[in-house]
């Protein structure tokens, strides 16, 4: 398959999941998240994420450890 040939098959694969994804985010539901094009089809270029799920305590917890040795500043800033 040449290059141009997969580039305009990606296209139509591109266009036709963002037809999906607003067809799908018309009739969800209010507690269910926003569909994108990505959920339908993966492509070429999609960029491969992961989540990380992390609780505001153990957020909160991480950044007092990692800052706790670093005095904080009083006064104005000019």
């Given amino acids: 398959m040449t290059e141009r ?3 305009d098959i990606e296209l139509l694969i591109e266009l036709e999941r963002n037809t999906m994804a ?3 985010n018309v ?3 209010k ?3 926003p569909y994108h094009g990505k959920d ?3 492509l070429s270029y999609d960029e491969v994420t992961e989540e990380v799920k ?3 305590e153990a957020m909160f917890k991480t950044l ?3 800052f706790k040795n670093i005095p ?3 006064g104005n800033r000019g």
């Fill in 72 to 74: 904080i500043r009083k």
């Fill in 40 to 42: 339908f089809y993966k």
């Fill in 31 to 33: 507690n269910t998240p």
């Fill in 22 to 24: 607003l067809i799908a």
């Fill in 64 to 66: 007092t450890d990692r």
């Fill in 5 to 7: 040939r997969k580039h």
């Fill in 27 to 29: 009739n969800r539901g």
């Fill in 54 to 56: 992390t609780t505001g």
